[in-house]
């Protein structure tokens, strides 16, 4: 069974994954960027094998979303994904069901901060372009599906959608639904960790030991994985578009405070396009 990490880009899933990796793989300090890819993403273009024709066609794709599923549980263990896959159903297929979930972390964070760190990772222009990305309810990663153009991107159409839609969409999962906001991950971490640790040592049946619960915290502050990543590289990291070169993957971070970097056209747009979800999650 899957325990999916939900979340919209840059919303804290891999500091949650590096997290997780520290706490069930026992890693710590130098070794939890290059073990990270114990927990893989879904959907990648393996998970499709011998199921589809053609791989870029996400009608097909959405076909066998369960089948892939139900393959990747065939050993009926359970196991952590990472996913910014929107929880949707296209025609009549569903991204997933209860039998084949077992639960979700599902990782939000202030799309007023999402959006700074939309325009660094993903090269937008201006703040206008990453509003642009942040709203688009077609919004997609990977390669963007059209029927008459081959297959040239190695990436998976994954589906996003809004921040807005993203959001609600998880929320609705009903099977151990664990909410969890980035502010709370910086502001408390001891206490936000914590609360993973237990949803996760409930859910596989473990006694975790509180010395490793500490380790696996210290292990993974931010400047922590900023320095490891500074020292040995993250595979995760992406190109800048005009340069070639690789941008920090871990930026900003707890530094990243939309105060102090937005204006108040685009300030007061989110707020506007996104008041009622920001006001549930406590953003307004």
């Known amino acids: 069974m899957i325990i999916w990490l939900a979340s919209y880009p840059k919303s804290g899933n891999t500091w949650v994954r590096s997290f997780l990796t520290s706490l069930l793989y026992d890693k710590k300090n130098d070794e939890v960027l290059s073990a990270i890819s114990n927990i893989s993403q879904y959907p990648l273009r393996s998970h499709f094998n011998n199921l589809v024709k053609n791989i870029d066609d996400i009608k097909e794709i959405s076909l066998n979303w369960s089948k892939s599923q139900s393959l990747i549980n065939s050993d009926k263990k359970i196991k952590f994904f990472k996913t910014h896959h929107a929880l949707i159903k296209i025609g009549g297929s569903n991204f997933t069901n209860y ?12 799309p007023r901060n999402v959006i700074s760190s939309i325009l660094y990772h993903y ?31 190695k990436d998976m159409f994954t589906l996003i959608t809004s921040w807005k839609t993203h959001y609600n969409s998880w929320k609705n999962f009903k099977n151990n639904y664990l909410l969890i906001k980035y502010e709370n991950l910086v502001s408390n971490p ?50 800048n578009k005009e340069t070639g070169e690789t941008k920090k993957f871990f930026n900003l971070g707890p530094n990243n405070k939309w105060e102090n970097l937005l204006d108040l056209e685009i300030k007061e747009d ?3 396009k996104f008041k009622k979800e920001m006001e549930e999650l406590k953003y307004l």
Request: overall charge positive.
């Open 99 to 110: 039998d084949n979930s077992l639960g979700v972390i599902h990782i939000v964070r202030d």
């Open 190 to 239: 001891n206490e936000e960790f914590r609360k993973i640790s237990d949803y996760v040592s409930n859910l596989l049946n473990l006694k975790i030991d509180d010395n490793k619960i500490n380790l696996s915290i210290k292990s993974n502050e931010f400047e922590n994985l900023k320095r490891i990543e500074k020292k040995y590289g993250f595979n995760e990291a992406v190109k």
């Open 270 to 272: 989110i707020e506007r």
């Open 123 to 153: 090269s937008k222009k201006n703040y206008f372009e990453a509003k642009d990305f942040l709203f688009d309810e077609k919004r997609a990663l990977g390669k963007k599906f059209k029927p008459d153009s081959p297959s040239v991107n």
